[in-house]
């Protein structure tokens, strides 16, 4: 099956540093991306999607400036989150889609947990 | 609204069957996912269905109405390693992933 990496796969900061985090599609070419953020025992929480070359589509709530999102290319994807804070400690997971069709599985990285202090 | 309802938690037995049912209101439907999700690690891909019926995969089964907005994802011969979340998703209209809570299935031996 399709894989996708994310790094780093651990992270603790100081707060008020920013973090960023790499999404790769690793053996196919991922024209959507989707970033989520998962509290303990919580479902996963879409935070935004973006799409090869343009800008990031945030969900309602979700601070554009606080959570970058680049889609530089069909294999990568990075959420920086910037100024970070103890509340941005999460779990966050990328996934990457191939493309809009009748099965658009999303093939999941493996996931980044974030620790701020 | 858009709202997918699948129970919190169940409890079961090794070497049992368990059914995890999952309800859903959304505008439009590409489809379900069923997602097992092991704690602190990502989900990872278990079953998808588009059409009405049963898809058997292994010791997992999915089954889907569209008429009634439901699913359910059958586990057989329980085993302790089946301990984990199980998330329901629906592709809404905009081929966008709807979750579910997910359902903390609980095995004992």
């Known amino acids: 099956g399709a894989v996708v990496s994310q790094h780093p796969s651990r992270v603790i900061c100081k707060s008020g540093t920013s973090v960023k985090i790499e999404c790769r599609s690793l053996?196919?070419?991922?024209?959507?991306m989707f970033w989520y953020r998962q509290f303990p025992k919580k479902s996963l929480m879409l935070m935004a999607t973006?799409?090869?070359?343009?800008?990031?589509?945030?969900e309602q709530g979700v601070e554009k400036d606080k959570f970058l999102i680049n889609h530089a290319s069909l294999t990568l994807s990075t959420l920086t989150v910037t100024s970070a804070h103890p509340e941005d400690s999460s779990f966050y997971i990328c996934?990457?889609?191939?493309?809009?069709?009748?099965?658009?599985?999303?093939?999941f990285g493996p996931g980044t947990r974030l620790t701020v202090l | 609204g858009q709202n997918i309802d699948q129970p919190t938690e169940m409890t079961a037995t090794e070497g049992a069957i368990v059914q995890i049912n999952c309800t859903y209101q959304t505008s439009g439907f590409n489809g379900l996912f069923w997602y097992q999700q092991h704690a602190g690690e990502a989900p990872t891909f278990l079953s998808y269905n588009v059409l009405d019926g049963l898809e058997e995969k292994g010791r997992f089964s999915s089954f889907l109405s569209r008429s009634k907005g439901y699913s359910y994802l059958l586990l057989k011969e329980l085993q302790m390693k089946d301990s984990a979340s199980y998330l329901c998703?629906?592709?809404?209209?905009?081929?966008?992933?709807?979750w579910g809570a997910g359902t903390k299935l609980i095995i004992k031996p």
């Open positions: 998703a629906v592709s809404d209209s905009n081929y966008q992933l709807i």
């Open positions: 973006s799409n090869e070359g343009s800008k990031a589509t945030y």
């Open positions: 996934s990457a889609r191939e493309g809009a069709g009748d099965y658009n599985e999303q093939f």
């Open positions: 053996d196919f070419q991922a024209t959507t």
